[in-house]
């Protein structure tokens, strides 16, 4: 029996309609929520991004503006560049586009942003009040997932999560939001990571799977018990000959053959992707709410 497949461009989709009442009361109100991005150097997945989340920004009819930086700008200007948004009413939420340049620490530009403008939701008094259940921003990714899961029928309540990976964009949040005393959370949840001996056995007990290894179909089908729900956070370039960029993009699981035993799951791409911009808009009027009180 094949799975459901969970369209994340159909729940995001469903999201941003709710997203653009809100932000229509907003200016109703004479408060346009604003974003402000930053980006140094001209990456091409940072420049992809970055005009993704200015396209999303328009739809929805929040004002966004990109300051670009070049790749050789310093550390100081940067953070004199954040020091100035942080003080910047008209911007109620700011996002500094990773990765940065090599001679830049990210860690001290991340912290620097004001907590309050902080839709990324990676600045450590964020972190901190997600992981007590007082969340102020949840990270765009892991909230995703989160609203994958609960739009999708899919609810976490008294199942038993097991999140594939322990970074600090996706797996730890994702295992602070689930195990919160609170509705679409309220799960068991148990972290695998590259220092677990007996990784299969535990991804077998997962009602639910999150899997966010960073590794091309690191999860296979015999590491997922039938009619488990699969939600694959990696994006991950594989070659391809057949493509025209030479390359397609795929996840971190197996998905031709998970999806012959699970119950649903996520594409690569269209499945969680599409939730990360959606979420970081809803971190944008949460502020703008938030801030114009």
């Known amino acids: 029996m094949a799975a459901e497949i969970i369209s994340g461009t159909k ?83 700011i996002l500094v586009q990773l990765p940065l340049p090599k001679h830049i620490d990210a860690d001290k530009v991340l912290n620097a942003i004001d907590p309050r403008k902080d839709v990324d939701g990676f600045h450590p008094v964020n972190v901190g009040k997600l992981l007590i259940g007082e969340p102020f921003f949840m990270p765009c990714t892991p909230h995703g997932v989160q609203e994958l899961l609960v739009r999708s029928g899919n609810d976490p309540a008294g199942k038993h999560v097991v999140v594939c990976g322990r970074s600090n964009i996706v797996g730890k949040p ?60 990696g994006v991950n370039r594989v070659p391809d000959a057949t493509k025209k960029s030479g390359f397609r993009l795929v996840g971190d699981v197996d998905f031709d053959a998970i999806s012959q035993k699970a119950k649903a799951i996520t594409p690569v791409p269209g499945g969680v992707g599409p939730m990360t911009v959606t979420m970081l808009m809803v971190n944008t009027v949460t502020a703008a709410e938030m801030q114009s009180k």
Do not use: C, W
């Open 174 to 233: 994702v295992l602070a939001i689930l195990i919160q005393k609170k509705k679409g959370a309220n799960a068991t949840v148990t972290m695998v990571h590259t220092g677990t001996k007996n990784m299969a056995e535990v991804v077998q007990l997962g009602d639910i799977v999150v899997a966010a290894m960073g590794s091309p179909k690191a999860i296979t089908a015999d590491m997922v018990k039938d009619g488990a729900v699969v939600i694959d956070v």
């Open 11 to 93: 729940i995001a989709e469903e999201i941003r309609a709710e997203l653009k009442q809100k932000v229509d009361e907003l200016r109703g109100k004479g408060i346009t929520p604003a974003l402000a991005l930053v980006r140094v150097g001209e990456d091409p997945a940072s420049v992809s991004y970055v005009s993704g989340k200015t396209k999303a920004s328009e739809e929805l009819g929040i004002y966004s503006d990109t300051t670009v930086l070049p790749e050789d700008a310093s550390e100081e200007q940067l953070l004199k560049k954040v020091a100035e948004l942080n003080n910047d009413p008209k911007f109620h939420g």
